[in-house]
């Protein structure tokens, strides 16, 4: 089956400050990369998602970057705000059987310091 | 997302006891999954349906089971033979066709009495 690795599974940035997160997968059959955002308690949030035919997508302050040959993508925030303060969670498409599972990363808990 | 309905919010289990976590969804979506969720870990993937009448097994299914009856409901049961349930369970659906994104219910937290 899929397995991803996700780091780091903490990160502390400046406000203001770009924070980088990195996921690699080992399935080359996976082709699809979400990431979710979770606040404390709530439901996982779809912040950004790529698919295998693009390398990059950007949507406002967040981009993702997917480098298939080495298997891995990351979650790129600018200019971050308190508000981005959350866990963060990848994951690749699970290939084995068919349908939409996914497999998730540990988790990125990412604190913005004032 | 709203149109992702989990009930009860939380819920305790008795030693021997199964409990029935109820997922509904009026998104019209084709698909839904169940994951579970432990402290300061990723989400892990119990069981999922793509369509009504069928469901496959996830990572994790040895304790649990489903049913998929209705297309909106997707029910899980936690069996006595789930030896450690605490945890956070998290439904979610998609339209089905592949890669297409999974919105997430608001959970329910199971606990042991």
């Known amino acids: 089956g899929e397995n991803v690795e996700q780091h780091p599974s903490t990160l502390s940035v400046q406000e203001g400050d770009s924070a980088v997160i990195k996921c690699t997968y080992s399935?080359?059959?996976?082709?699809?990369f979400p990431w979710y955002k979770q606040e404390l308690g709530k439901r996982p949030q779809l912040i950004i998602d790529i698919r295998s035919n693009v390398g990059e997508k950007k949507d406002q302050r967040i981009a993702v970057t997917l480098n298939k040959t080495a298997k891995h993508f990351s979650l790129h925030i600018t200019e971050t705000q308190p508000e981005d303060s959350a866990v963060y969670f990848c994951a690749a498409r699970y290939s084995g059987g068919g349908a939409d599972g996914l497999t998730f990363g540990k988790g990125t808990h990412l604190i913005i310091q004032p | 997302d709203g149109g992702i309905t989990q009930s009860p919010k939380y819920l305790f289990r008795k030693e021997g006891q199964n409990v029935t976590l109820s997922c509904e969804q009026n998104?019209?979506?084709?698909?839904m999954y169940w994951y579970r969720q432990d402290p300061g870990q990723g989400l892990r993937l119990i069981y999922y349906?793509?369509?009504?009448?069928?469901?496959q097994k996830g990572d994790i299914a040895e304790g649990y089971s489903v049913s998929r009856e209705k297309k909106e409901s997707f029910p899980l049961t936690v069996t006595s033979a789930q030896k450690n349930p605490t945890a956070f369970y998290l439904c979610?659906?998609?339209?089905?066709?592949?890669?297409?994104?999974?919105?997430f219910g608001d959970g329910t937290r199971l606990s042991i009495l």
């Open positions: 399935d080359s059959a996976s082709n699809y």
């Open positions: 349906s793509q369509i009504v009448n069928d469901f």
């Open positions: 979610a659906s998609s339209m089905g066709t592949l890669n297409q994104p999974q919105h």
């Open positions: 998104l019209n979506h084709d698909a």
